[in-house]
């Protein structure tokens, strides 16, 4: 089982244009996460989906839209690229299906996004 | 709103040696995660605490629960560089979502 992979691993983008990141797991999992890592501020979360069909905001949405493709994808975009999104995303996914269940994550490699 | 903070940012030190890292959170919640990230690679998943005093334990680490007192540890016996990484832990609160905190790089020293 590849896990979770994400493509592209890297990315540079100039002020202004568009792409999308693109994330897949194999583990059969509900619930995609897409995350942002800066130096110091741990992860934090942009956009999550429960299930195929939902998505719902995290802490930090602005200027990311997202698409729940099927229950093996989860891709992020952002529309309008800026250098305040220069960062690493991960994309997560997890057997979380409820209260009754806990929430372990699994993390893809990665893509480090540079925005000039 | 949840917060969650790890303490110390930074770990410097000596092999052999045993230490702590402490994950405190504001709010009441009995599901703990702790990650583990070399550099510039993912988060690999170390130890899922699921209730008040859950302790856990691989090779040099174990990691404990305490919902009362909102605290998780990470205790590190017997320290080898091949520990030296990025330690996170992660609260679960909300039910489909975790909150990181800021991350405590450990670095061994021979």
Redesign the interface.
């Given at each position: 089982n590849a896990g979770v992979t994400q493509t592209p691993k890297f990315q540079v983008l100039k002020t202004g244009q568009s792409m999308t990141l693109q994330c897949a797991q194999d583990m059969n999992h509900n619930s995609m996460y897409w995350y942002r890592q800066d130096p110091g501020m741990g992860l934090r979360l942009i956009y999550y989906s429960a299930s195929e069909g939902t998505t719902d905001k995290g802490e930090v949405p602005n200027g990311y839209n997202v698409s729940r493709l099927n229950k093996r994808e989860f891709s992020l975009r952002l529309e309008s690229a800026a250098p305040s999104q220069t960062s690493v995303y991960f994309c997560a996914s997890s057997a979380y299906m409820g209260d009754s269940s806990y929430n372990e994550q699994f993390f893809g490699p990665g893509t480090r996004l540079t925005v000039l | 709103e949840l917060k969650?903070e790890q303490n110390p940012?930074f770990l410097s030190m000596q092999e052999g040696k045993n230490y702590t890292i402490y994950c405190n959170y504001s709010t009441t919640s009995d599901?703990l995660?702790w990650?583990r990230q070399d550099p510039g690679?993912?988060?690999?998943?170390l130890f899922?605490l699921?209730s008040n005093g859950a302790v856990k334990q691989e090779g040099r680490l174990m990691a404990s629960l305490d919902t009362k007192a909102r605290l998780s540890t990470l205790h590190i016996t017997a320290a080898v560089h091949d520990l030296s990484a990025t330690y996170?832990c992660?609260v679960?609160a909300y039910?489909?979502?975790?909150?990181?905190?800021?991350?405590t790089i450990l670095r061994v020293k021979s």
């Open positions: - | 969650v940012l599901r995660y990650y690679k993912s988060l690999e998943s899922v699921l996170f992660a679960d039910g489909n979502k975790l909150v990181f905190g800021a991350g």
